[in-house]
């Protein structure tokens, strides 16, 4: 992705950075790739695992929250406005030779799932030749990205140092549910050099299912501005923030994991759609992988 780490104004619309607006555009067909798929009813619109046992031994950035009141929800909870204003979904079922997911996106979003040889990540080591990304969508206009990636659990625990032994089905087998988390963030970070600043990882958002397959946490990211008194004079903020809610899961029974990231600037977070994101990754289901009888 691009390095640019500014933003400019154009009127009182804020234009995002480069680097995110190439995070969309390198999924569209004009920069290559497959035709985007659409679905019926859908159309185009724009051995060291005791480390792992305890988030001490693991450096996390502490939750600043900004001006958030609440632990990662931007100011004006996008949960009040959910019965104001309802964002329209479409539902895209991965066509795919096996079909690995399902997915609930917001109706306007573009859908792109990669099947070009070489751009899926390989089965051993998670990598392609655009990381671990096997789909995206999203609103190009307001920055708004839902992308789904999928990787071997073992190379993710290998790249950290770590020899993977015994049962790696459940989180609760590999280890503690944050530090597992702060993993996933390293791992994304790693594949996203070109993004502003570092994502913040909010410790209190982690949670896991009763049966230990699934994880979800959110994430906070500063945006780096240009003109911050510009910012101030047109949007009453002079700081902007990305927030991303995500899921991990381990339903496939193949050996991998895979992932669901859903982020908006936190001013559209706070309204309708992010209402839409949060639903987006709630509906991400992994279809079963494991060997028929």
């Known amino acids: 992705p691009a390095s640019s780490k500014t933003m400019t104004m154009?009127?009182?619309?804020?234009?995002?950075?480069?680097?995110?607006?190439?995070?969309?555009?390198?999924s569209a067909s004009a920069f290559g790739f497959p035709e985007p798929a659409v679905n019926e009813g859908s159309t185009m619109s724009g051995g060291r695992r005791s480390f792992l046992q305890s988030t001490a031994a693991i450096t996390a950035a502490s939750w600043t929250g900004g001006k958030s009141n609440a632990p990662w929800v931007p100011p004006a909870s996008a949960v009040d406005v959910e019965a104001a204003v309802e964002v329209p979904m479409k539902r895209f079922v991965d066509n795919a030779k096996p079909s690995l997911f399902?997915?609930?996106?917001?109706?306007?979003?573009?859908?792109?799932r990669r099947s070009a040889k070489g751009d899926l990540p390989d089965e051993k080591t998670g990598q392609g030749r655009r990381g671990g990304t096997i789909f995206s969508a999203g609103d190009m206009a307001k920055a708004e990205v839902?992308?789904?990636?999928?990787?071997?659990?073992?190379?993710?625990?290998?790249?950290e140092g770590y020899s993977p032994s015994g049962d790696l089905s459940t989180f609760t087998s590999i280890g503690d549910?944050?530090?597992?988390?702060?993993?996933l963030l390293r791992r994304r970070e790693k594949d996203k050099p070109g993004t502003q600043g570092a994502a913040v990882?909010?410790?209190d958002s982690v949670a896991l299912s009763a049966d230990g397959t699934t994880?979800?946490?959110?994430?906070?990211?500063?945006?780096?501005?240009q003109k911050p008194e510009l910012l101030l004079e047109q949007e009453g903020i002079s700081e902007l923030y990305r927030t991303t809610v995500a899921k991990a899961t381990l339903a496939s029974n193949d050996g991998q994991m895979m992932a669901v990231f859903a982020s908006a600037l936190d001013q559209?977070?706070?309204g309708p759609d992010g209402v839409a994101l949060q639903k987006a990754v709630d509906s991400f289901l992994a279809l079963d992988q494991s060997p028929k009888n």
């Open 10 to 26: 154009t009127g009182p619309r804020i234009l995002v950075t480069t680097a995110v607006c190439l995070t969309l555009a390198r």
């Open 102 to 112: 399902v997915i609930d996106v917001p109706q306007r979003f573009f859908a792109i």
């Open 146 to 159: 839902v992308g789904v990636e999928r990787f071997p659990v073992r190379n993710l625990l290998e790249e």
């Open 177 to 183: 549910p944050t530090a597992i988390a702060t993993l």
């Open 201 to 203: 990882l909010n410790k």
């Open 215 to 225: 994880l979800t946490f959110s994430l906070k990211q500063q945006i780096n501005v």
């Open 268 to 270: 559209d977070f706070a």
